[in-house]
């Protein structure tokens, strides 16, 4: 596709059952971010991959969240046990430069609510 | 590490007048600067990207400046339009990783 695809656009979920979100970047872009918006908050960085290098996974808040990019391509975080406080939309960014140097272009978001 | 302050926090303006919104950073040893606008419920849609060589980029309507020294970006919109009302976010590089910090944003609204 021509943008940043996430999946689900929506998901809501029982306390404690565990989620994964899908991040599909745009063809070619090598960096990956996973971000998190909370309501009246700003954005949270989650974590980011860049190629074949380690991620660095500095911002996940807890050890139940998780993130895999497959392939260099598509990315899914997961989050176990969900908890309330994980209810949030969790926002994909893909660049096709490296770090910060280059534009990051984001997908819709996957809404996510923990009941 | 880097921290991102937007003023206003929200915005109210009749259509056709030119407006500023404000951001500022602590750490001015940025290579960037990126300016985007988010629609309800949707994701961020990229508007403009300084680059720390540049002072100013423009892109249409919209005018984004650069000041590393003083640690100040603004985004100037002229004649707006009630198209243009969004919430406005700047994000500066954390120094030494490969991270943005975003503002809080400055929500627009423009009245016909």
């Known amino acids: 596709g021509a943008g940043v695809s996430q999946s689900p656009s929506n998901k809501v979920t029982e306390k404690g059952k565990d989620v994964e979100l899908r991040c599909d970047p745009i063809?070619?872009?090598?960096?990956l971010y996973w971000y998190r918006q909370s309501l009246g908050q700003g954005l949270e960085f989650l974590i980011y991959f860049q190629g074949n290098s380690a991620p660095d996974k500095s911002g996940l808040p807890s050890d139940r969240f998780s993130a895999e990019r497959t392939g260099g391509s598509v990315s899914t975080l997961t989050i176990q046990r969900t908890q309330q406080e994980d209810s949030a939309v969790y926002l994909c960014?893909?660049?096709?430069?490296?770090?910060?140097?280059?534009?990051?272009?984001f997908g819709e978001g996957s809404r996510l609510t923990v009941l | 590490k880097q921290e991102v302050t937007q003023i206003p926090a929200a915005l109210s303006v009749p259509e056709g007048e030119n407006l500023v919104l404000n951001c500022s950073f602590t750490d001015s040893a940025i290579y960037n600067l990126q300016w985007f606008r988010q629609d309800p419920g949707k994701g961020l849609t990229s508007l403009l990207l300084i680059q720390s060589s540049q002072r100013e980029q423009t892109s249409g309507r919209l005018n984004a400046s650069l000041d590393k020294s003083s640690g100040r970006s603004t985004l100037y919109i002229a004649a707006s339009q009630p198209g243009d009302s969004a919430t406005y976010l700047c994000?500066?590089?954390?120094?030494?990783?490969?991270?943005?910090?975003f503002g809080k944003g400055t929500m627009l609204l423009v009245s016909p």
């Open positions: 960014a893909s660049s096709p430069r490296p770090g910060n140097t280059g534009e990051l272009f």
């Open positions: 994000a500066a590089p954390n120094s030494g990783y490969s991270t943005l910090t």
């Open positions: 063809s070619g872009h090598t960096a």
